[in-house]
């Protein structure tokens, strides 16, 4: 069944009142951008969570939203949803659920996390979480969503004003070693988000979006490298792949190093990674 177009039409003077492209609600909400644009479009029903996301961080009546308010109602929150709109911070209620999903997963383990302590980290109830997100996997798949969107904007910051492809896929390298407490902290997230992966098919699909769009990008520094001359004649694609796959598997050792062990540290992986491009992607130099 369809959605009603006048639901769609609530929604996009929504996304117009908070001031913001379409893009950047759809992850203010955690919401695929692809699925805001086909609910918008009549082609996907919104979900009723996805609603009450939309109601919280525009702050408007989830009922003028679905249009079962009475006539003439206004489209403006009530005081009580007025008050939990203020009381939560940048990017609304549900960007906050998620941020301290995140944070609890990589300090605990996505299994050792219960929503009880997400409720507690957010101050707020657990029929506060489940209004925004009804099951555990919708939680997941916001988390994951979230953790991609965050790494991507944070490679593009990265390499914005690099020098060339080369600099550029250092500037890469040095962003996914894991020395800082935040590098870990994230490693440690997408380890186990990558376990829930292989066990979920939604988060499985989002994942596999991840790394084909982390692998483009790898592929696209090492094309433009080629075409600058300070790569060698290599096909990116392959290339890409070998390098993200030593990427993972040396930030997996570091993470499972501990200090005084002899393991693996971040020096060890950064080194490795650079002795490989040289050894693989650099151009000859000039005798």
């Given amino acids: 069944m369809q959605q009603d177009p006048e639901v769609a039409d609530r929604v996009r003077k929504v996304i117009a009142d908070a001031g913001v492209t379409q893009r950047e ?9 692809s699925k805001l644009s086909r609910s918008l479009g009549g082609t996907r029903r919104f979900t009723v969570a ?3 996301r939309i109601a919280d961080t525009g702050g408007v009546d989830a009922g003028w939203l679905l249009g079962t ?26 960007l906050q659920i998620v941020r301290e999903t995140v944070r609890l997963v990589a300090e605990r383990g996505f299994h050792a996390v219960r929503v009880a302590d997400i409720a507690e980290a957010c101050a707020t109830s657990t029929a506060a979480i489940h209004y925004h997100f009804p099951g555990r996997d919708d939680l997941l798949e916001a988390a ?19 020098a060339d492809a080369a600099d550029e896929l250092r500037q890469l390298i040095e ?34 979006d991840y790394y084909r769009q982390w692998r483009s990008t790898v592929a696209d520094v090492i094309r433009r490298g080629v075409d600058q001359g300070v790569f060698r004649l290599v096909d990116p694609q392959s290339a890409a792949l070998r390098l993200t796959a030593l990427i993972d598997g040396l930030a997996t050792q570091v993470l499972a190093s501990t200090p005084g062990d002899d393991g693996t540290t971040p020096d060890d992986m950064h080194e490795a990674l650079l002795v490989y491009v040289d050894a693989t992607l650099a151009a000859p130099r000039p005798a």
């Fill in 69 to 94: 308010q009475l006539p003439g109602a206004q489209s403006v929150a009530s005081p009580a949803r007025r008050e939990r709109t203020a009381a939560a911070p940048d990017g609304g209620r549900p």
């Fill in 25 to 33: 609600f759809a992850r203010r909400i955690v919401m695929d951008p």
């Fill in 144 to 162: 994951v969503r979230w953790c991609m969107d965050e790494d991507t904007a944070r490679r593009a910051a990265r390499i914005a004003d690099a």
């Fill in 175 to 208: 962003l996914q070693t894991p020395r800082t407490p935040q590098q870990r902290w994230q490693w440690s997230v997408w380890l186990d988000l990558w376990a829930e992966a292989a066990r979920s098919t939604a988060v499985g699909r989002l994942h596999a």
């Fill in 50 to 52: 996805e609603l009450a």
